[in-house]
């Protein structure tokens, strides 16, 4: 019985990478199709994201299949209730994209504007998150996973600025608030990506020592 779970979980953990994978791809096509505001590309997004959905719900039922058919314990089932959460956020993320590339979609379709907005480096920190998070569950890294946990008020912190900086705009273009508030969609939905990053690191450490640490992020601040 051992043999055959340990496959079951080895090719799950295939299964996981390989979905982290494609939403990783696709979240850098997303923002490749924001600062190059090219419709064409974010539109190829929106219809890849059929193929996150249909990965993510073959990932959550081999982990149904997986704790019926076996009842594992201890690591084993910690591992599978991580890939359960991880395989949803992933889901989410690609989610996120799609949104993104909507917004680059008409964006690009408009007259742009004068005002810039921080994408770039907001858009890098979501993107380093969401990596180290998924490198942080390939190595088992503790180290690593509370890393992304203090990293998260960096990216709200750019939101906020970029929140700011788009009422300024509204007030001194108002000709142009439809424009302004598809930037302020995709300012949140970059946010949102370093939120489900987070969550993400989350359960890696849920995973590695059974540790649950949803509202402890300001206890890692002091220890930092």
Same mark, same amino acid.
């Not at 996120?96 to 890098?124: C, H, K, W, Y």
């Not at 939120?195 to 402890?216: F, K, Q, S």
């Given at each position: 019985?051992?043999?055959?779970?340990?496959?079951?979980?080895?090719?799950?953990?295939?299964?996981?990478?390989?979905?982290?994978?494609?939403?990783?791809?696709?979240?850098?096509?997303?923002?490749?199709?924001?600062?190059?505001?090219?419709?064409?590309?974010?539109?190829?997004?929106?219809?890849?994201?059929?193929?996150?959905?249909?990965?993510?719900?073959?990932?959550?039922?081999?982990?149904?299949?997986?704790?019926?058919?076996?009842?594992?314990?201890?690591?084993?089932?910690?591992?599978?209730?991580?890939? &359960?959460?991880?395989?949803?956020?992933? !889901? =989410? *993320? @690609? %989610?996120? $994209?799609? /949104?993104? +590339? #909507?917004?680059?979609?008409?964006?690009?379709?408009?007259?742009?504007?004068?005002?810039?907005?921080?994408?770039?480096?907001?858009?890098?920190?979501?993107?380093?998150?969401?990596?180290?998070?998924?490198?942080?569950?390939?190595?088992?890294?503790?180290?690593?996973?509370?890393?992304?946990?203090?990293?998260?008020?960096?990216?709200?912190?750019?939101?906020?600025?970029?929140?700011?900086?788009?009422?300024?705009?509204?007030?001194?273009?108002?000709?142009?608030?439809?424009?302004?508030?598809?930037? &302020?969609?995709?300012?949140?939905?970059? !946010? =949102? *990506? @370093? %939120?489900? $990053?987070? /969550?993400? +690191? #989350?359960?890696?450490?849920?995973?590695?020592?059974?540790?649950?640490?949803?509202?402890?992020?300001?206890?890692?601040?002091?220890?930092?």
């Amino acid at each position: 019985m051992s043999s055959h779970l340990q496959r079951e979980i080895d090719n799950l953990k295939k299964n996981i990478l390989s979905l982290s994978a494609l939403v990783e791809g696709t979240l850098q096509r997303s923002l490749k199709a924001l600062r190059d505001l090219d419709p064409a590309l974010a539109q190829a997004v929106i219809e890849a994201d059929s193929e996150i959905d249909y990965r993510e719900v073959e990932i959550e039922e081999e982990c149904l299949k997986i704790i019926a058919l076996y009842q594992p314990v201890a690591n084993d089932l910690r591992f599978i209730i991580a890939v &359960l959460k991880i395989n949803a956020e992933l !889901e =989410r *993320i @690609g %989610d996120a $994209a799609v /949104n993104i +590339a #909507e917004q680059a979609s008409f964006l690009g379709r408009e007259e742009r504007t004068t005002d810039a907005f921080d994408f770039p480096s907001m858009a890098e920190k979501a993107q380093w998150m969401l990596r180290s998070s998924l490198d942080a569950l390939v190595n088992r890294d503790a180290v690593l996973a509370h890393k992304v946990l203090l990293a998260d008020d960096e990216v709200d912190q750019m939101n906020r600025d970029i929140f700011a900086r788009v009422q300024e705009s509204i007030r001194r273009h108002p000709a142009q608030l439809e424009r302004l508030v598809h930037t &302020l969609g995709i300012s949140r939905h970059i !946010e =949102r *990506i @370093g %939120d489900h $990053a987070t /969550n993400i +690191a #989350e359960d890696v450490l849920y995973m590695i020592n059974g540790d649950i640490v949803r509202h402890r992020n300001r206890e890692f601040e002091k220890e930092k």
